[in-house]
């Protein structure tokens, strides 16, 4: 990346630690959505209940939501640190 307004180095520095910190809230909103999956196709399978079933798919939808969630709030956030350094 190239400096856009000749910032110091500690700046810089700064601003590449927080995309990194961005791309591990990403991986981490996208780990929590495919835990939640699991448990609800867990429980899908195992469990042969009329509420386990409804509680499952109720887990899954709320693992999509979430994982849209962090993937827009995670661009978000890229696109702010981008503005303040030029790819």
């Known amino acids: ?5 000749k910032m110091p180095e500690k700046n810089y520095l700064a601003l590449e630690r927080t995309d990194l910190a961005i791309d591990r809230t990403l991986l981490a909103y996208l780990r929590t959505s495919l835990t939640i999956v699991v448990v609800g196709v867990s429980s899908i399978k ?31 956030l890229r696109n702010k640190n981008n503005g303040k350094i030029k790819t």
């Open 1 to 5: 990346r190239q400096l856009e307004n």
């Open 46 to 76: 195992f469990f042969n209940s009329p509420f386990a079933v409804i509680f499952g798919w109720i887990l899954i939808l709320a693992a999509i939501v979430l994982s849209i969630f962090g993937i827009k709030r995670c661009s978000g």
